[in-house]
Protein backbone atom coordinates (compact mmCIF):
# COMPACT_ATOMS: atom_id res chain seq x y z
CA UNK A 1 0.00 0.00 0.00
CA UNK A 2 1.44 3.50 -1.01
CA UNK A 3 1.88 5.89 1.47
CA UNK A 4 3.21 9.39 0.95
CA UNK A 5 3.97 12.40 3.81
CA UNK A 6 4.64 15.59 3.20
CA UNK A 7 6.56 17.88 5.24
CA UNK A 8 8.06 21.30 4.96
CA UNK A 9 5.05 23.62 5.04
CA UNK A 10 4.93 26.79 6.56
CA UNK A 11 4.28 30.67 6.88
CA UNK A 12 7.01 32.97 4.26
CA UNK A 13 6.82 36.15 3.24
CA UNK A 14 5.99 37.10 -0.33
CA UNK A 15 9.38 36.77 -2.30
CA UNK A 16 10.71 33.76 0.26
CA UNK A 17 11.54 30.26 -0.28
CA UNK A 18 10.43 26.66 1.20
CA UNK A 19 11.16 23.49 0.02
CA UNK A 20 8.38 20.41 0.34
CA UNK A 21 9.33 17.02 0.92
CA UNK A 22 7.44 14.04 0.30
CA UNK A 23 8.64 10.60 1.82
CA UNK A 24 7.05 7.36 -0.39
CA UNK A 25 6.49 4.31 1.07
CA UNK A 26 4.91 1.07 0.73
CA UNK A 27 6.42 -0.31 -2.64
CA UNK A 28 9.11 -0.31 -5.84
CA UNK A 29 8.77 3.20 -7.11
CA UNK A 30 10.20 2.70 -10.48
CA UNK A 31 7.24 2.60 -12.72
CA UNK A 32 5.82 5.46 -10.82
CA UNK A 33 5.48 9.33 -11.72
CA UNK A 34 5.56 10.97 -8.03
CA UNK A 35 3.71 14.61 -8.30
CA UNK A 36 2.79 18.23 -6.52
CA UNK A 37 -1.17 19.31 -6.24
CA UNK A 38 -2.36 22.61 -4.40
CA UNK A 39 -5.79 23.65 -3.77
CA UNK A 40 -6.43 27.16 -2.32
CA UNK A 41 -9.55 27.90 -0.20
CA UNK A 42 -12.43 27.83 -2.25
CA UNK A 43 -10.59 27.09 -6.03
CA UNK A 44 -10.09 23.03 -7.07
CA UNK A 45 -7.02 21.06 -6.71
CA UNK A 46 -4.70 22.33 -9.48
CA UNK A 47 -1.42 20.66 -11.11
CA UNK A 48 1.40 22.08 -10.28
CA UNK A 49 4.65 19.30 -10.80
CA UNK A 50 5.62 16.29 -11.35
CA UNK A 51 8.42 13.59 -12.32
CA UNK A 52 9.31 10.08 -13.19
CA UNK A 53 11.01 7.92 -10.32
CA UNK A 54 13.32 6.62 -13.26
CA UNK A 55 13.99 8.84 -15.71
CA UNK A 56 14.12 12.39 -13.71
CA UNK A 57 12.04 13.85 -16.56
CA UNK A 58 9.58 16.51 -14.89
CA UNK A 59 6.79 19.06 -15.98
CA UNK A 60 6.17 22.19 -14.27
CA UNK A 61 2.73 24.06 -14.41
CA UNK A 62 3.04 26.95 -16.28
CA UNK A 63 2.29 29.17 -13.10
CA UNK A 64 4.96 28.31 -11.53
CA UNK A 65 7.40 27.63 -14.20
CA UNK A 66 11.22 29.65 -13.10
CA UNK A 67 10.11 29.59 -9.75
CA UNK A 68 9.49 26.19 -8.64
CA UNK A 69 11.41 22.71 -9.33
CA UNK A 70 10.66 19.17 -8.25
CA UNK A 71 13.61 17.26 -7.77
CA UNK A 72 13.81 13.18 -6.65
CA UNK A 73 16.47 11.24 -4.00
CA UNK A 74 16.07 7.91 -5.33
CA UNK A 75 17.97 6.51 -2.41
CA UNK A 76 15.51 8.50 0.35
CA UNK A 77 12.53 7.32 -1.56
CA UNK A 78 11.76 11.19 -1.23
CA UNK A 79 10.46 14.08 -4.18
CA UNK A 80 10.66 17.73 -3.52
CA UNK A 81 8.95 20.92 -4.71
CA UNK A 82 11.74 23.74 -4.24
CA UNK A 83 9.79 26.91 -4.50
CA UNK A 84 11.31 30.19 -4.81
CA UNK A 85 10.47 33.90 -5.16
CA UNK A 86 6.67 32.83 -3.30
CA UNK A 87 3.86 34.83 -4.35
CA UNK A 88 0.92 35.13 -2.10
CA UNK A 89 -1.10 33.80 -4.73
CA UNK A 90 0.58 30.31 -3.70
CA UNK A 91 -0.77 30.07 -0.51
CA UNK A 92 -3.01 26.37 -0.82
CA UNK A 93 -2.97 23.14 0.79
CA UNK A 94 0.25 21.18 -1.43
CA UNK A 95 -0.65 17.80 -1.74
CA UNK A 96 2.03 15.24 -2.99
CA UNK A 97 0.73 12.61 -5.61
CA UNK A 98 1.53 9.27 -7.20
CA UNK A 99 0.52 7.56 -10.68
CA UNK A 100 1.65 4.53 -12.27
CA UNK A 101 3.07 4.58 -15.72
CA UNK A 102 2.84 8.18 -16.68
CA UNK A 103 2.56 11.42 -15.38
CA UNK A 104 -0.65 12.66 -13.85
CA UNK A 105 -1.56 16.66 -14.63
CA UNK A 106 -5.17 16.29 -13.68
CA UNK A 107 -6.72 14.67 -10.35
CA UNK A 108 -8.59 12.09 -11.75
CA UNK A 109 -5.37 10.44 -13.21
CA UNK A 110 -3.84 10.43 -9.26
CA UNK A 111 -3.74 6.77 -8.07
CA UNK A 112 -2.53 7.88 -4.52
CA UNK A 113 -2.54 11.20 -2.43
CA UNK A 114 -0.56 12.62 0.48
CA UNK A 115 -2.52 14.12 3.08
CA UNK A 116 -1.40 17.69 2.59
CA UNK A 117 1.31 20.26 3.85
CA UNK A 118 -0.38 24.08 4.52
CA UNK A 119 1.87 26.80 2.55
CA UNK A 120 1.14 30.27 3.82
CA UNK A 121 2.39 33.59 2.04
CA UNK A 122 1.88 36.49 3.39
CA UNK A 123 1.99 39.83 1.69
Known amino acids: QVQLVESGGGLVQAGGSLRLSCAASGRTFSNYYMGWFRQAPGKEREFVAA????????RHADSVKGRFTISRDNAKNTIYLQMNSLKPEDTAVYYCAARKFWFATTTYEVNNWGQGTQVTVSS
Open 51 to 58: ISWSSGDT
